[in-house]
């Protein structure tokens, strides 16, 4: 029993050890999985929404149209598999901080584009400011100048 436990103990080290450094593709992924998340938050498909998750992600990333529709079905897919906000969330806490309120502000950009915030959808965008350790103040920013915005 103790060799298990000390084995597990190793691969938990050796995991987090490497898992530090996390490469640009997979924060791009993280962040377009987010996108997805709040979308879909509601259980409704609204093409509004659609077209607001491509253009945010363009702007956010800098990237072409065929970039991000490319990133964005990746980002659903893994949306739909994910069971946790944390799966994407912890790749991005190495963001700056203005990053990290980049990526709140264009989560309420999507939940506002349809014109109707559901409580589902700010559950989820409160819940990932949370994990990425944005500042309430700043969470509160991000949504009243996505709603100025709109």
């Not at 790749?91 to 409580?119: C, N």
Request: net charge negative.
């Amino acid at each position: 029993m103790f060799k298990s436990l000390r084995t597990l103990f190793r691969q938990l080290v050796n995991d987090t050890s490497c898992g530090d450094a996390v490469d640009t593709p997979t924060l791009h992924l993280a962040m377009a999985s987010l996108l997805c998340e709040v979308a879909s938050a509601d259980h409704e498909q609204d093409p509004r929404e659609e077209i607001a998750k491509q253009h945010l992600l363009m702007k956010l990333l800098d990237i072409n149209e065929v970039a991000a529709s490319d990133l964005l079905t990746k980002a659903q897919q893994q949306s739909d598999a994910s069971v946790s906000l944390y799966d994407f969330t912890n790749k991005l806490r190495s963001l700056e901080q203005s990053e990290r309120y980049q990526l709140i502000e264009a989560m309420w950009k999507v939940a506002y584009a349809d014109g109707i915030i559901d409580p589902l959808e700010e559950a989820v965008i409160r819940q990932v400011s949370e994990l990425i350790y944005l500042e309430h103040s700043a969470f509160i920013k991000a949504k009243i100048n996505a709603k100025s915005t709109m």
